[in-house]
């Protein structure tokens, strides 16, 4: 059961495959992540299990950046909020999702973030 801190707090939006992020970790440069959904506080992303040891709750995701040319491409701060699945041996194309919190934006990046999340939200209400 999650407790009330891991819970998700803001609007998230469901995003198709033309969306994703690039950021650095522990000296390794990730381009072209697939993310599943996204907020305003954060997102979740698909990465290769053989990768799935790098990504343990709470390590910072340095320089993140929003790959899709409508949201703000201003560096991010994120830490890895949650790991769902593991390493595996038995396929190296299997993903394991992770939930990524922003953590710091720069101010006029985050109102952007704010704006699309909002009118993408009306939107698939709509």
């Known amino acids: 059961m999650s407790t009330f801190a891991d819970r998700r707090d803001t609007l998230r939006i469901i995003v198709g495959p033309d969306f994703g992020i690039a950021f650095r970790l522990k000296g390794h440069d990730y381009r072209d992540v697939r993310i599943t959904n996204l907020s305003a506080g954060g997102c979740f992303a698909l990465v290769g299990a053989r990768d799935a040891r790098l990504f343990e709750r ?6 993140l950046v929003l790959m899709h040319p409508e949201l703000p ?4 701060i994120a830490a890895v909020s949650y790991v769902l699945g593991g390493p595996s041996t038995a396929d190296p ?12 934006m720069d101010d006029a990046a985050q109102k952007a973030l704010d704006a699309w ?6 939107a698939q209400l709509g």
């Open 93 to 104: 194309m299997e993903m394991v999702g992770i939930g990524v919190q922003f953590q710091d």
């Open 117 to 122: 999340v909002s009118a993408a939200n009306t």
């Open 58 to 63: 709470g390590v910072v995701l340095d320089d």
């Open 73 to 76: 491409k201003a560096p991010i």
